[in-house]
């Protein structure tokens, strides 16, 4: 895949890929986030091999921070991770993961959002970023 990769599927997430840390990912999305409602999540991310080559660290922990800007203010307006159970890590060496549906407890408007990824020796990576639409 191109280094600058962006897609989006009408109505749902855009999807960048800024950062040259995999080059097979799969993100599979579902329907427009609504107030109040359940957002389907992210199907599967992974395996991530970043250059090609397994990462040598299993990964540890997943993040992903939505904010009104980017990059993301901290605090974000939300937060998703693997260390409160809203994102499940299946594979920590293969790097594979979902984003189970749950609901985004953020307000009306445009959001951005990154997935960010740390290993067992501590490294952390954004490797996605993109928008969301939270509509009525």
Do not use: C
């Amino acid at each position: 895949m191109p280094d600058d990769l962006t897609f989006s599927i009408p109505g749902l997430m855009e999807i960048t890929r800024p950062y040259l840390n995999s080059q097979r990912v799969m993100l599979a999305l579902a329907h427009k986030p609504v107030q109040d409602s359940l957002w389907a999540g992210i199907i599967n991310v992974g395996p991530m091999t970043p250059n090609g080559v397994q990462p040598a660290s299993a990964l540890a922990k997943v993040e992903m921070a939505f904010g009104t800007r980017f990059p993301i203010e901290e605090p974000p307006a939300l937060l998703l991770s693997s260390e409160d159970d809203q994102i499940t890590i299946t594979n920590a060496d293969t790097w594979v993961f979902t984003v189970p549906e749950q609901p985004l407890d953020l307000p009306y408007g445009k959001y951005y959002w990154h997935l960010a990824t740390t290993d067992s020796a501590g490294n952390r990576s954004v490797h996605y970023a993109g928008t969301i639409m939270i509509s009525d």
